[in-house]
């Protein structure tokens, strides 16, 4: 249905960022980013020959500092925050299910 | 107490007089923001206790007679971390985080004495215009309840609008504090890149994102860029160039002024009304003697395309850290440790930020970067050779802010294209880190409209020079919201 972007792209990608889109979400997804990278593609017309890139527009250079551990004495606030403690340390779910695509 | 008609100076002396305390006025402004803020809900979590004490310590110490801020209640958008408050950047994703620190910017404030009320309301991550984009709330423009208060900072464009709070802290990626204050009627200004400590600002755009603030007029917004400036260690980003006393010119004029309007600013998708008020703004600056001239940026139609590649790109770098592991939400059910990384951020986080990280993400990916990232990294290149030519002849760019003035609620979400196209005025200063301020500057069908005063890199001082001046000839930044006998 469309022409710079697939809905089977749409899925890699959404894959690729760990978002899911629902099958009934994918056509509007992909009929939006469609869009979007039609406009993208305008910048083509651009003559970048010989342009050097701009990825950052700070004065300032390769800014080195010492490597030093702080305590910020802060361990349960830290904890607090986090959706699932046990002993002091945050849970997590198992990594490897063997049962288990994501789908 | 609301603060239509004040300023940092009229509240100041009543400090000093005693003619109220700081607790005094702290309690003032959260009851005035329990009336008001049903209709405008520009804030999502209030402060009161914390507020409330540091209030009453301020008073204690004795409010500060050379500093404007001491005692001085203000609002922070919710993307800024704040210590021990809860900071959501209107995310469900966060929406039970609480920071164990304060942004630097944040940190500045209150040690001059600040006193953070609330946090406001903004686009989910900063992502929109409209504030629309919110998981929480829908903020009104105090103008006009039927419309947006713009966005991303439409929480604390609209909280100064109303007469909440004197002062606001915004964040603006591309346009994001700047739009709002066009919209709303009030002072935002978006400083250089780099000027102001992006330490604590939750990430959206790294190379693009800054902290700046919303007030009133504009001698109030030079006092508080005066506070948040500056180098800091933990933004290396952070410039270590002089912070000069950003009011020191206030008073100087525009006498001899040269200053430049793009004709591609001034062209097609301009609303009649913003054009006459760009036009009678480049008017009165002639009058107070400055000269105004026509002038081109070229590359100003590709804007659009290349802001929307590096900020998405930079987002759906900035956005993997959200994966429900140590704070934020976490989804239930899940398989495994993928499953979980999945469900919690598809749950989490909102349509305009699944497609901006999705956007980011094929701009990035494997096959695409060159013709995607590359290609508008090199067009943003030429973007700033544009200003730099400008910039060679003139020393100050006056454009509209926005294409139109406010617009209803409701009217733009279900098309992200004609909501990116609202950023076309604004984004081109982040795409360069130039320091761009919206002022009030007239209105449409009881609107206010916003203009924009675009500076050479860190040259604020004549953004605020020619701001200040243009203020004092006119009285829009004196006009207040009627908003249905609230305040």
Known sequence: MTEKISE??????????????????????????????????????????????????????????????????????????????????????????ESGSNE | MNYFNQSLTSIHKQLVDKDISAEELTNQTLKNIKQVDGDINAFLTLDEDG???????????????????????????????????????????????????????AAKMKKLGTIAVGKTNMDEFAMGGSTENSAFKITHNPWDKTKVPGGSSGGSAAAVAAGEVIAALGSDTGGSIRQPASFNGVVGMKPTYGRVSRWGLIAFGSSLDQIGPITRNVADNATLLNAIAGHDDHDLTSSTKEVPDFTSTLKKGVKGLRIGIPSEFMAQGLDDDVKKVVNETAETFKKLGATVDEVSLPHTKYGVAAYYIISSSEASSNLQRFDGIRYGRRAKNVKNLDDLYIKSRSEGFGDEVKRRIMLGTFSLSAGFYDAYFKKAAQVRTLMINDFTNVFKDFDLILAPTAPTPAYGIGEDVSDPMTMYMNDVLTLPVNLAGLPGMSVPAGFSKGLPVGVQLIGRPYDELTVYQAGNAFEQATDFAKQTPKMGGNN
């Open chain 1, 8 to 97: 089977d792209q749409v899925k890699h990608v959404a894959e690729l960022a760990k978002l899911k889109i629902d099958d009934d979400q994918l056509p509007y997804f992909t009929t939006q980013l469609d869009k979007i990278i039609g406009l993208f593609e305008t910048l083509s017309e651009v003559d970048t020959d010989g342009v050097e890139p701009t990825s950052s527009v700070t004065d300032q250079v390769n800014v080195m500092r010492e490597d030093i551990a702080d305590n910020w004495h802060q361990r349960q606030a830290l904890l607090d925050n986090a959706p699932d403690t046990q002993d002091g340390y945050i849970r997590v779910p198992t990594i490897i299910d």
């Open chain 2, 51 to 105: 507020a409330l004490a540091q209030a009453k310590q301020l008073d204690e110490n004795g409010i500060e007679p050379d500093n404007l801020l001491s005692g001085m209640p203000v609002a922070i958008k919710d993307n800024i971390v704040t210590k021990g408050l809860k900071t959501t950047a209107a995310s469900k994703i966060l929406e039970n985080f609480t920071p164990i620190y304060d942004a630097t910017a």
